[in-house]
Structures are given as C-alpha cells and as structure tokens.
C-alpha cells in the first residue's frame, strides 16, 4: 500500500533501534512494518492493552511470547489478559492431554513475566479499570475490541495476536483505521422501532438481533434507530456485540440516544449514511432458529452461561429467576464462564452460591466452548449465548438450541427444552 513516509519521533526511535532493549526493538519492529501496510503516517501513544494471545494454539505462539521475556521486554502500558486454556482456580476442570496442558500453562506464565495483569477474561470491560471516552488503546478479542470501541466510546482497530502484546510493550499503535474519528462514522441505518420494548427487554434477544446486524452489514458501522433507551444496559450491548462480532466483522456501531458518539453527535437517524434497512422480530426469531441446531424436543444435557463472561448483574438476574425453585435436573449441567473479579463480587452478594447449591458449576480463566470441559456425554446444549452458538459447534461438536436466560434455567430444571414464545414477540 502507498501512502506518505512514517514518521517516528526521537522516543520511537530509541525504541527501534534497541536503545530501549532488544526485546522492545523487536515489538517495535512488528508495529512499524504493521503501520507502513496501513499507510500510516505516524505512531500513536496508547493508554492500555488488551491481549487475546494468551490462548495455546500451538508451539508457535508460546515460542513468541517467550521470546520476548527473554529479550526483557516488559509492557509499557497497564495490560490485561483474555481467556487462557487453562482453569487455574479448578484443576483437573479443563481436559487437556499434558502435551496441550503444559504449554498452555507456559503461555499463560510467558505473558505474566512481561508485566501483563491475570485478569484471563474476554470481558476486561467488567473491571473497575476500563478506558473513558476518547482514550486510544489496543485491544484484541472481537467482543472486547466493539465494546469499547461503542460502549465505552474509546478508540481501538482489531488488533490480533502478536500484534496486541508488541503495542503493549511500545505503547504504541499505528495511527489509522478505527483511531480516526472520520472513520468512525455510520455507514448504515438500521430501523429497530418494530421491535417491541418487552422483546428487547432480554439479552437473548439482542444477541441475536447482533447476529441479524452483522450479517447485514458485515465490516461497516450501522446506526441503529427507534430504540428505546431505557430498555438498554450493559449486558444487552455485549450480547449484542458480541454476535455481530463474531455473524460479521462489526469492530463498531452505534444507537441513536444510547452509544456516547452517538449522544455527542446528536444522531438521531442515518443522516448521510447510504442506506436504511427496517429490522423486524420475524428477523430476529429467524436468527434463533438458524442458531438451534439440535432438535428442541430431545433430552437437554447441558446449558452453557456466560460468553462473553458473566457479568455481576447477570449473577444476581439468575439469583433471582432461581429463587424458591428447585434444583438443576440431575443430567442437564448449568456450566457458568466468568472472571475471577466478577466471582469474587458474586460470592461477595451470595449470587453465585444461589446457583452452586441448585447444580450450576463455575468456570474462570477460560471458557466453555474454546477447551474441552463438556464431558462427551453433553451433546444438546442451551445457551442464551450468540457467540457460544455460533462457535461451540464447530469447536467442540455439540448442537445447540439458542433461548433468553429464563427459557435455558426453566428447561435445566425440567430438563427438557421450554421455550417462552411471548419473550420473541
């Protein structure tokens, strides 16, 4: 790609010509050959990383990482880290051979030795440190990089593997793409008004109005209209991230009067934008039917809570649909992905306790569809999960039938699949 000459500043340099240590001289290398393809015509100063390399994929990965702990490279700015493949809190949980285990457990101690903090969740947006608006930063994972490039209005490109952790240690990332406020502009208008309050009042819903959206739009950023605002919160927008992410490639998007870019811009329709598409809940519910793929009236085997990871709020909507109801039905496992920080703040409330003592399991440090935990008898599993649906299938061979939060804890307890009709209209 042409574009006009990079220039580094007398810092940037020093970094790449090794005045600041080798192993910061390699990781500076990789981000200006990375800034030269985007035609970038400088570098810019990051305030925090986000890694997604920290998952073992193989010999490959571990021998980077390593690398650069050897070289003594460190990170220049605070870092967190996504899933591993590894439960640490439950050993034995993740069913690795040694020869996966060992490594992966070498990667996870790789990027603790160069300075990253072992948060392993693929929501760092959880924490009670997160970027404001404004803020540039480098973050990997698909789920966290369009969360906060739409919720917390701050500024990230798709960062991937290796790439992530060499702007950790450089504090630097190229100056292009999704840094740039003019491309950060809606591209098209999505009318949601015939979608209902009451429908959009579940997270299930809206993960799969993501799945709708990004296959519509596949990379570009939408506007999404005729949205109530009160009926949206945190939870909501990651679910529906999250599935847009992973239907398309949405690294961004934006809801007039919710989104902060679009409440400082003042969007209320697609202005400019090219195009308008009007989203109907005959839309939606096809989406949920395309991501069941198991036949909704065999036995259930398991549900699978928390992808992106569960978040405080969704431990204590669970505590609350659980209250004075019977246990999980012995067979049909409720399996729950969270972080260690989210957990202890569950315990903290008695939430989580609420769904250990009816038969839910808890799992940190990774995530259920990425390592092998389902035992080979938990084919049929339930998720209000976009992103579990759409990946566990090819990942680890379940089938799955796709419902709100209230239909996967009814049918774990019956252990059959009940579905609420009402809740997708």
Same mark, same amino acid.
């Given at each position: 790609?042409?574009?006009?000459?990079?220039?580094?500043?007398?810092?940037?340099?020093? =970094?790449?010509?090794? @005045?600041?240590?080798?192993?910061?001289?390699?990781? +500076?290398?990789? /981000?200006?050959? !990375?800034?030269?393809?985007?035609?970038?015509?400088?570098? +810019?100063?990051?305030?925090?990383?986000?890694?997604?390399?920290?998952?073992?994929?193989?010999?490959?990965?571990?021998?980077?990482?390593?690398?650069?702990?050897?070289?003594?490279?460190?990170?220049?700015?605070?870092?967190?880290?996504?899933?591993?493949?590894?439960?640490?809190?439950?050993?034995?949980?993740?069913?690795?051979?040694?020869?996966?285990? !060992?490594?992966?457990?070498?990667?996870?101690?790789?990027?603790?030795?160069?300075?990253?903090? %072992?948060?392993?969740?693929?929501?760092?947006?959880?924490?009670?440190?997160?970027?404001? #608006?404004?803020?540039?930063?480098?973050?990997?994972?698909?789920?966290?990089? /369009?969360?906060?490039?739409?919720?917390?209005?701050a500024r990230t490109e798709r960062y991937g593997d290796f790439l992530d952790i060499c702007a950790a240690v450089t504090g630097r990332v190229p100056h292009a793409g999704l840094h740039m406020?003019?491309?950060? +502009?809606?591209?098209?208008?999505?009318?949601?008004?015939?979608?209902?309050?009451? +429908?959009?009042?579940?997270?299930?819903? $809206?993960?799969?109005?993501?799945?709708v959206v990004g296959r519509l739009v596949g990379e570009k950023i939408p506007l999404l209209t005729g949205i109530d605002p009160a009926v949206v919160d945190e939870d909501k927008l990651k679910?529906?991230?999250?599935? %847009?992410?992973?239907?398309?490639?949405?690294?961004? #998007?934006?809801? %007039?009067?919710?989104?902060?870019?679009?409440?400082?811009?003042? $969007?209320?329709?697609?202005?400019?934008?090219?195009?308008?598409?009007?989203?109907?809940?005959?839309?939606?519910?096809? =989406?949920?039917?395309?991501?069941?793929?198991?036949?909704p009236a065999a036995p259930l085997d398991a549900v699978a809570l928390g992808t992106p990871h569960f978040s405080v709020k969704e431990f204590r909507q669970l505590a609350g649909l659980l209250?004075?109801?019977?246990?999980?039905?012995?067979?049909?496992?409720? $399996? *729950?992905?969270?972080?260690?920080?989210?957990?202890?703040?569950?315990? @903290?409330?008695?939430?989580?306790?609420?769904?250990?003592?009816?038969?839910?399991?808890?799992?940190?440090?990774?995530?259920?569809? *990425?390592?092998?935990?389902?035992?080979?008898?938990?084919?049929?599993? =339930?998720?209000?999960?976009?992103?579990?649906?759409?990946?566990?299938?090819?990942?680890?061979? /379940?089938? *799955?039938?796709?419902?709100?939060?209230?239909?996967?804890?009814?049918?774990?307890?019956?252990?059959?699949?009940?579905?609420?009709?009402?809740?997708?209209?």
């Amino acid at each position: 790609m042409n574009g006009p000459a990079l220039v580094l500043t007398p810092e940037e340099e020093a =970094m790449l010509d090794g @005045g600041r240590g080798p192993g910061t001289a390699m990781a +500076m290398r990789i /981000v200006v050959a !990375v800034a030269g393809v985007l035609g970038a015509d400088r570098l +810019m100063p990051i305030t925090g990383a986000h890694i997604d390399a920290c998952l073992y994929h193989g010999q490959a990965g571990l021998d980077f990482a390593q690398k650069l702990a050897d070289l003594g490279a460190k990170v220049a700015v605070p870092t967190t880290l996504n899933t591993s493949s590894l439960d640490l809190m439950h050993p034995g949980l993740v069913r690795l051979p040694p020869s996966e285990a !060992v490594p992966a457990r070498a990667l996870m101690d790789a990027y603790r030795a160069l300075g990253a903090r %072992a948060t392993w969740t693929c929501a760092p947006y959880q924490s009670t440190e997160r970027p404001a #608006f404004g803020e540039n930063i480098a973050w990997a994972e698909s789920n966290a990089i /369009v969360f906060a490039n739409s919720v917390l209005g701050a500024r990230t490109e798709r960062y991937g593997d290796f790439l992530d952790i060499c702007a950790a240690v450089t504090g630097r990332v190229p100056h292009a793409g999704l840094h740039m406020g003019e491309h950060r +502009m809606p591209a098209i208008e999505l009318d949601c008004s015939p979608l209902s309050s009451e +429908m959009l009042g579940h997270e299930a819903v $809206w993960a799969a109005l993501g799945g709708v959206v990004g296959r519509l739009v596949g990379e570009k950023i939408p506007l999404l209209t005729g949205i109530d605002p009160a009926v949206v919160d945190e939870d909501k927008l990651k679910a529906f991230g999250a599935t %847009a992410a992973s239907s398309g490639g949405v690294a961004l #998007f934006h809801i %007039a009067g919710v989104t902060p870019e679009a409440l400082a811009a003042g $969007w209320d329709s697609g202005g400019d934008a090219p195009g308008k598409t009007v989203i109907t809940p005959a839309l939606v519910c096809a =989406m949920r039917d395309e991501l069941t793929t198991a036949d909704p009236a065999a036995p259930l085997d398991a549900v699978a809570l928390g992808t992106p990871h569960f978040s405080v709020k969704e431990f204590r909507q669970l505590a609350g649909l659980l209250e004075g109801g019977p246990s999980f039905r012995p067979g049909c496992t409720v $399996w *729950i992905n969270t972080s260690r920080e989210v957990l202890e703040q569950a315990r @903290g409330d008695g939430t989580a306790q609420a769904a250990e003592e009816r038969g839910a399991r808890i799992v940190v440090d990774t995530c259920t569809y *990425i390592t092998p935990i389902l035992g080979p008898e938990e084919r049929s599993v =339930m998720t209000p999960s976009g992103k579990w649906a759409w990946y566990a299938p090819m990942n680890i061979g /379940v089938d *799955i039938i796709f419902g709100t939060m209230a239909e996967c804890v009814d049918s774990a307890i019956s252990g059959k699949v009940v579905r609420h009709d009402q809740q997708w209209t």
